[in-house]
């Protein structure tokens, strides 16, 4: 028999059919008699008979729930608190206690938990007896508010109906998948994460009409949707990312590559607050907002595509290029949801569809080859507040790198608050920066202004920090005065007033600036864009003077 499962056309429904798959894997070798197979449209399961493929998928299922909705962290397995009753022996033992995952976490309920047992007060006076004896002895409590004994560890996964009989006299359509089914349930919170509850459903809504329907297939799939799921919690906030395509060959493959199948995925075992993020030489786990987390993936998942492609396969002029004809034959989607705990419930504070996946792995490579350290790039642009809270200003640079927008301002206005300002106390490597600055923005501004020009204007801003510095024997009192000029220069706002400033600053310092700026050049360009690569070349320079000589001998390229 072969059972098939459609594609949903839905990112989390076809999420949940890849997570589906890679479980179902991990248990194929207990199930001799079942066969897995999938193509662009489904993922299918060849047994010999239907009953053997109820209890494959319920096999998958038990699985599935073992790793997201009943796990012990390390506190819990140290404390051993559940006092267990075996009925055939008469004997006690205790176990751990069990939680969800984070991400489940989100729509399980204390009234979710079930256990086999019985509650205390229901207890003959024998058993009452024993049951005291082993508590004073350990020192232990019974299971929740009405004292229950346990016989089975709880768990608290909803209960489904795998492949139940059909009714076709009091059939209806599914809500998600449209498929007429008499096995149908309310449509609420756990089949996907942004529908609302039941209660919550009719309490806004008190005229609409009952909840839309859901089929036990879809709810199942719903499920196996956590698998494929990559997550890591901070504080409050819990970040999700996974990988959509609505060809589920191209989904399942890509996840082997860079998703819940690859290196990048492990599991923190001792309280579960993440699967990625555990190498503390990549940048997932430095990223605290949306797109930052989204940029450090893409980094990320980039040294893993490198390492796995080896010497022999690679391609000198594109060494990714099997990996991105997939992409470009299929494209793939990255989703990033950001929540807030707020009390007993969660706010959804961010959602991002990202699709350009081709471009952000080709901008990377782009400043690799040109000798770019985009890590050092994205600590440098760490900022906080008077509290020591995250700003915003490094994770809104990375939301317009990836959707390809002028960053000029943005890195400028950072590096100026942290070099002038003394922001972060940590020497930043401009030069760097720079680097970083100029290549991406030549690729997306190539016909505003060329590297040539750019170099006019770093040099420029170089110039007026070096000779000023130089002619003063080298005195850091004159790095006072030329802060107060940089803030003077930076706050022009036409190309008159630029060359004012520069004319002062020549008589001051006798710097020599070039006839090609003060006759043309700064009519050529943008005025903005020109300022902006000059105040950068002049706080490299800025920079460097004003560091103590360690740091120097660290950054003696800049």
């Not at 009719?202 to 799921?229: D, R």
């Not at 509290?387 to 301002?409: A, E, M, Q």
């Not at 016909?447 to 510095?469: C, F, S």
Request: hydrophobic content about 35%; charged content about 25%; aromatic content about 12%.
């Amino acid at each position: 028999m072969e059972y098939k499962i459609q594609a949903r056309n839905h990112w989390w429904f076809d999420a949940g059919i890849a997570g589906l798959y890679f479980i179902a894997k991990k248990v194929e070798h207990e199930n001799d008699n079942i066969k897995i197979s999938f193509d662009s449209d489904c993922l299918s399961f060849h047994g010999d008979s239907e009953e053997d493929i109820r209890s494959f998928l319920q096999s998958c299922y038990s699985q599935l729930a073992s790793q997201y909705w009943n796990v012990s962290t390390k506190e819990q397995i140290r404390k051993n608190e559940l006092v267990l009753y075996n009925r055939e022996t008469g004997e006690f033992s205790l176990a751990p206690k069990r939680q969800p995952t984070p991400v489940v976490s989100n729509f399980v309920k204390a009234s979710s938990w079930k256990a086999e047992g019985i509650d205390y007060k229901d207890m003959d006076e024998e058993l009452k007896a024993k049951v005291d004896e082993y508590l004073d002895e350990t020192g232990k409590v019974l299971w929740g508010t009405n004292k229950r004994l346990l016989f089975s560890m709880p768990e608290c996964q909803p209960i489904i109906k795998i492949l139940p009989d059909e009714n076709t006299k009091k059939q209806s359509t599914c809500s998600v998948c449209g498929k007429l089914t008499s096995n149908l349930i309310d449509i609420s919170q756990p089949s996907f994460l942004l529908f609302a509850s039941t209660s919550a459903t009719t309490s806004f809504h008190t005229q609409g009409k009952k909840p839309a329907k859901i089929c036990w297939e879809c709810e199942l799939l719903s499920k196996f949707t956590m698998e494929t799921i990559n997550y890591k919690k901070d504080d409050t906030k819990l970040s999700i990312l996974l990988l959509n395509s609505p060809d589920i060959a191209h989904n399942i493959n890509n996840q082997k590559k860079i998703g819940c199948s690859s290196a990048l995925r492990s599991i923190d075992e001792d309280y579960f607050y993440k699967n990625i993020g555990f190498d503390d030489k990549g940048l997932i786990s430095k990223a605290r907002m949306s797109y930052e987390l989204l940029w450090a993936y893409f980094v990320d998942t980039y040294d893993i595509l490198r390492s796995n492609v080896s010497s022999q396969d690679e391609n000198e002029d594109d060494p990714f290029k099997a990996f991105l004809s997939d992409i470009v034959s299929s494209p793939i989607e990255i989703v990033i949801i950001c929540f807030d705990k707020m009390g007993q419930t969660f706010l959804t504070k961010e959602m991002i569809f990202y699709n350009d996946v081709s471009y952000a792995f080709r901008l990377i490579q782009r400043f690799m080859d040109e000798g770019v350290n985009i890590k050092d790039v994205f600590y440098s642009l760490y900022e906080t507040d008077n509290k020591g809270n995250l700003k915003p200003s490094r994770n809104n640079t990375f939301r317009k790198v990836l959707n390809k927008h002028c960053i000029l301002s943005d890195i400028e206005s950072i590096a100026f608050r942290k070099v002038i300002n003394g922001k972060e106390g940590k020497f930043i490597n401009i030069s760097n920066m720079l680097n970083f600055l100029t290549e991406y923005y030549l690729i997306i501004k190539e016909d505003t202004m060329n590297k040539e020009q750019i170099d006019v204007a770093v040099k420029l801003g170089k110039q007026i920090v070096n000779q000023a510095y130089k002619e003063s024997g080298e005195s850091k009192e004159m790095l006072k005065r030329i802060k107060g000029d940089l803030f003077t220069l930076r706050k022009t706002r036409t190309v008159t007033d630029f060359i004012v400033q520069l004319n002062a600053l020549q008589f001051r310092y006798g710097i020599s600036v070039s006839n090609s700026i003060l006759e043309g050049i700064l009519n050529e360009v943008p005025f903005e864009d020109f300022k902006g690569y000059c105040i950068m070349g002049a706080l490299n320079s800025y920079n460097y003077y004003n560091s103590n000589p360690r740091e120097k001998e660290e950054k003696k390229n800049e």
